[in-house]
């Protein structure tokens, strides 16, 4: 089983849509949670960490369900800028290393 | 400015050649990784290194080997023995929970 599983879409949105991925992670013990956007051909970046609060950052809201091990990210009024793949990343128990899901592609047409 | 330094950007292998990606980083950090990103596919860890003069192998780590000699430098080498090499080399550094990546670099095979 993987450590981190994504539904590779593509999601396919008009602009001003509100979109929403969710992933899911298998080990309970995993300590954090993250968002990272990786654009065609480009490296990955931290779009936002995941608190078990919840948290908001402009249009981009995060999510962590502890008890059902998964993790949701909501864009509101989707821009043709944030078309791109969106990484699930959830940090191990031990020695600090990451796991990537595959990533779900998003599309946003004008 | 600080950041990650992955070379060459593109790197062509021919048949039984070894080659050496460069990462270098100037941002302190002490934990260094390399990936391998196949199209549609999420991140694979190559290897990792934790601190100066250590270093552990990842998922798939056959084929390749690294050395970490300095803070700031983590070369990874593609040897012969890996029959597959064709892929998008990801190298990032680490501070607390947070990766940062390089912009990578493109191996193909002649």
């Known amino acids: 089983r993987k450590e981190v599983e994504q539904d590779p879409g593509p999601f396919n949105v008009p602009e001003g849509a509100t979109v929403a991925f969710n992933c899911t992670y298998s080990?309970?013990?995993?300590?954090?949670f993250f968002w990272y956007r990786q654009d065609c051909r480009k490296e990955p970046k931290l779009l936002m960490s995941v608190y078990s609060s919840g948290n908001e950052d402009g249009r981009f809201t995060a999510q962590l369900n502890r008890a059902s091990q998964y993790i949701s990210l909501l864009i509101r009024d989707s821009k043709l800028s944030d078309s791109a793949t969106y990484l699930c990343?959830?940090?191990?128990?031990?020695?600090?290393?990451?796991?990537f899901g595959r990533g779900t592609q998003l599309t946003v047409w004008p | 400015d600080g950041g990650i330094t992955q070379s060459p950007k593109y790197l062509f292998r021919k048949e039984g050649q070894n080659v050496t990606l460069s990462c270098e980083q100037n941002?302190?950090?002490?934990?260094m990784y390399w990936y391998r990103q196949d199209p549609g596919q999420g991140l694979r860890l190559i290897y990792y290194?934790?601190?100066?003069?250590?270093?552990q192998k990842g998922d798939i780590a056959e084929g390749y080997s690294v050395s970490r000699e300095k803070k700031e430098s983590f070369p990874l080498t593609v040897t012969s023995a890996q029959k597959n090499p064709t892929a998008f080399y990801l190298c990032a550094s680490q501070n607390v929970d947070i990766q940062y990546f390089g912009a990578g670099t493109r191996l193909s095979v002649l």
């Open positions: 941002l302190n950090h002490d934990a």
């Open positions: 080990n309970s013990a995993s300590q954090s």
């Open positions: 990343v959830v940090r191990g128990s031990t020695l600090g290393r990451l796991y």
């Open positions: 290194s934790q601190i100066v003069n250590d270093f």
